[in-house]
């Protein structure tokens, strides 16, 4: 894993290294295009950018000489751990307290579970009573208390979450991994069983949407969603699930995950099967590079967890029985605040842009467009300049057939016979597609 990562750290120095040697070499001032970056603003940044050059050159040496001579750097147990040893008064910590964390972050102690074996797993094996035992090695086989070479814990285990599950699987000795860790600031042992699930049988996309579905809008600091009808309309008020990213990773990650658990229950109160969001990547986004001295920006999209939120999602979705539809992201905030903001704002409601955008994500997972109406008419028409208030549904469409023969022929002229055979004209505008149009499903994109 340690090479991994170090192979992946030479590929990011060298893909910097590019970027950078390609902006030096062009004028300073030129503009670039969507593909490539253009040159550097002023000399100064230019003779920063030189500068930076070499430190890239410098790491990217000392990287792939480390990487030629099969060394890495590894701390087990932690870096930050490690560091803490110099700073036990700023981190309120006695070297007998550093120690046990120091210990218990160096300890790996797991085994892979094993199908056909007693309960799933031969080398830690828990009974359905939560006995726990261990299949000991061979040079401490003279520690063992139980036969065949196992050591036999004191202490009960209890899996108070999908406890009834883990029970079903050992009973069919069906596999199980465990994880043994300890927590040294409750002085406590934990047990992490896992397992992996057979793929869910994957529904047509029209079937779980013919109870609606819900649209949601995610950014920096909360989750906009909103409820829409199987067509396209929104029902109820918008809800908006907040979390905050900053702080550890570990502190994210349970943002992230509470957040979505308030989503998946309040989807299931509404009786809908699918959730829709933006299939976003910002890894393109993400490099120094790619929008300058726009450093703000940049710390947004660095730590914007697009890939894992989707993953989680996904994942905890299926416990729910839910199904997430993923489509594409261009415009859908841009014309969700042109269409739907300013007619659903009301005086005891604000709708934001986020707000509005759910509803574009959730009608372009339904496959309705996602504006609300047709243009106004010209003002030189008899109903005048001014949106319509009356409306067709959506499958109802007035210009279907043929069109009828023409009326106005001049005097004398017989009357044609059958009718025109030119059929009408239609849209093309994304916006405008009819839903009569056949869908193609994808596994993992939607677009309308």
Known sequence: MARRGLAAYIRGLEAGIAVVRHRLSLPVGERGTKRAAGGYRSRREWHAKSRRLTVLVARRDRAVAEWRA??????????????????????????????????????????????GKRYGNETIRITPDGHLSVKLPTQLAHLANAPYGRFALAGAVVFPYRGEEWADRIAGNRAVAYTLHHDPDRDRWYVTASWQRKPAPALPLDAVLTAGCIGVDMNDDHLAAW???????????????????????????????????????WARGCGVRAI??????????????????????????????TSRLRARLVSMAAEHGLTIVAVDPAYTSRWGAQHWQK????????TSRHDAASIAIGRRALGHPIRRRTAPPRNDQSDRYGHRTVQAPPDARGCDGNRPPATDR????????????????????????????????DPLTRTG
């Open 276 to 305: 829709a969001v933006e299939d976003l990547n910002f890894d393109r986004d993400k490099t120094r590079e790619k929008h300058g001295g726009r450093k703000r920006f940049r710390r947004l999209i660095s730590r914007f967890p």
């Open 410 to 441: 001049p005097h004398g002229e017989p009357p044609p016979n059958g009718t025109r055979k030119r059929q009408p004209s239609a849209s093309t505008t994304v916006q405008d597609a009819p839903r009569t149009h056949q869908r193609v499903q």
């Open 343 to 350: 007619p659903l704002t009301t005086p005891r409601r604000k």
């Open 70 to 115: 099969g060394r890495v750097r590894v701390v087990r147990g932690g870096k930050r751990l490690a560091n803490t040893r110099h700073h036990l008064t700023d981190a309120r910590l006695s070297e007998g307290g550093w120690r046990g964390r120091w210990d218990a972050a160096r300890m790996f102690l797991s085994a892979d579970g094993e199908t």
């Open 227 to 265: 409820q829409l009808d199987p067509h396209g309309n929104p029902v109820g008020e918008p809800h908006r699930f907040c979390y905050d990213l900053s702080g550890t990773a570990p502190h994210r990650d349970a943002q992230i995950r509470h957040a979505l658990t308030r989503l998946l229950h």
